[in-house]
């Protein structure tokens, strides 16, 4: 008998992403300058494997979030409730934000990154600010004008109104209302069918991001950058392994350490993709397979979270206003942070989790508070590493949340929860 044990997907994935680390890096050493290979195989091979993973995942967003919302809405025996769970989690998306950028200030304050002078040299890239949305005009976006383009647009938070309202309906429009929710549940268990094939393909999929990525990414700019890099990373590792924890532990008694490890998945997802969107439908399988988490309370948080909850993203922020401004010799006082907490919060809800969308959002930032927004152009080399990391904390926020406001409404079943090895038999 063969005694070995199959490879898990996580496993498959670590490997995927050691391998195109190693195959991207010996490319750019002793091919960096050659234009066949940057044309073939960089922005060829690398370029169209990476984007048809990443365009699988993107694909299974909307019918998942859809199709898995209205199935939530049509389950709550009360949809009475959907007010509070609403209210409990966006209270909670926003509280963890604020704490996470003050606590990026407080560590960038006394660190101080920006204050040597070597730093003001470090880039000639500059950066111009695309337009934020205000937030007058994220407040009517919230509202669908039309559904169909709603969804051809990806618009989240459009989507699940639609999809809330349309669950309401079902669920009180008597005999008709029950046929189309079985028909739902049975799209639903399509869907997630659908999802687990293409979670498959993850590790090839994340070979060829990490390939590309690191036969083009120059790490000589995070020299420069370094103290801004390692503050950032820092603050990132503090949210993730000290705050979550914590505030999990105190509000639900469930282990952190269970919760970190099931997180394992979404998070290298996360972190190859750099956009909590199309990494929704691993959150939604962890959270609902793994964490034991009912889908009428997943399929509402979740891509709610993905939507209005950046907390890795806020510390980017927090962290680059103090560098920017020391950078530039400008003193922020006590309500010039105030502001810049209260604007990158509210910031996060009137954009969509996708790669790089936490640079449009510091513009908005700095401006509140009179820095120059060309700033960001000092920054924007390390960027995209900086990306993956903080894009894996914002899918472990939206993750606890999810699990704090199920416990509350006692919508989770812990034996799954404890069970290490729940949801990971398709795995083998
Ligand atoms: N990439 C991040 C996300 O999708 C957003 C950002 O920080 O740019 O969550």
Redesign the pocket.
């Known amino acids: 008998m063969n005694s070995k044990k199959p490879l898990t997907l996580t496993m498959k994935i670590i490997i995927g992403m050691g391998l195109g680390i190693t195959v991207g890096a010996i490319i750019q050493y002793l091919f960096g300058d050659n234009t066949f290979v940057n044309d073939n195989i960089v922005n060829g091979l690398f370029l169209a494997g990476g984007k048809i993973f990443v365009n699988s995942l993107k694909m299974l967003v909307v019918p998942l979030v859809f199709v898995s919302l209205v199935c939530g809405t049509c389950s709550l025996a009360d949809p009475s409730k959907l007010g509070r769970l609403g209210g409990k989690s966006i209270l909670l998306y926003l509280t963890t934000t604020a704490i996470a950028i003050t606590l990026a200030i407080g560590l960038a304050l006394l660190i101080s990154p920006g204050a040597s002078e070597t730093v003001t040299m470090t880039s000639n890239a500059t950066f111009s600010a695309k337009e934020a949305p205000s937030f007058t005009q994220v407040l009517i976006n919230i509202m669908p004008s039309n559904p169909i383009n709603a969804m051809a647009e990806g618009n989240m938070l459009q989507i699940i109104v639609f999809a809330l309202l349309f669950g309401i309906s079902i669920t009180l429009a008597g005999e008709a209302g029950k046929r189309i929710a079985l028909f739902f549940n049975d799209l639903n268990e399509v869907v997630m069918k659908l999802v687990v094939i293409l979670m498959n393909l993850a590790p090839y999929g994340v070979f060829f991001l990490m390939a590309k990525l690191f036969s083009e990414i120059s790490l000589s700019t995070i020299g420069n950058l370094i103290q801004y890099f390692l503050v950032v990373l820092g603050a990132l590792a503090i949210h993730a392994l000290i705050t979550y924890p914590t505030i999990l532990k105190v509000l639900t008694g469930l282990s952190p350490v269970i919760f970190i490890r099931k997180m394992r998945d979404a998070a290298l997802f996360a972190f190859s993709t750099?956009?909590?969107?199309a990494t929704m439908p691993v959150t939604l399988e962890t959270a609902t397979k793994k964490m034991g988490v009912d889908n009428s309370i997943a399929s509402f948080t979740v891509p709610l979270g993905a939507t209005i909850n950046?907390d890795?993203?806020a510390i980017?922020q927090g962290v680059a206003t103090v560098f920017i401004a020391q950078v530039y010799g400008i003193d922020l006082t006590v309500p010039d942070f105030l502001l810049v907490i209260l604007t990158a919060t509210l910031a996060s809800i009137g954009t969509a989790?996708?790669?790089?969308?936490?640079?449009i959002m510091l513009a908005m930032v700095l401006q509140q508070v009179n820095l120059p927004v060309e700033g960001i152009a000092l920054i924007i080399g390390v960027d995209r590493l900086l990306?993956m990391t903080?894009?894996a904390v914002?899918v472990t926020g939206d993750s606890m949340v999810t699990i704090i406001v199920a416990k509350s409404e006692k919508e989770m079943e812990l034996d799954v929860y404890n069970d290490p090895w729940a949801g990971s038999k398709k795995e083998e």
């Open positions: 750099a956009s909590s969107n950046m890795g993203t980017m989790g996708v790669p790089g969308v936490g640079l990306d903080r894009t914002n």
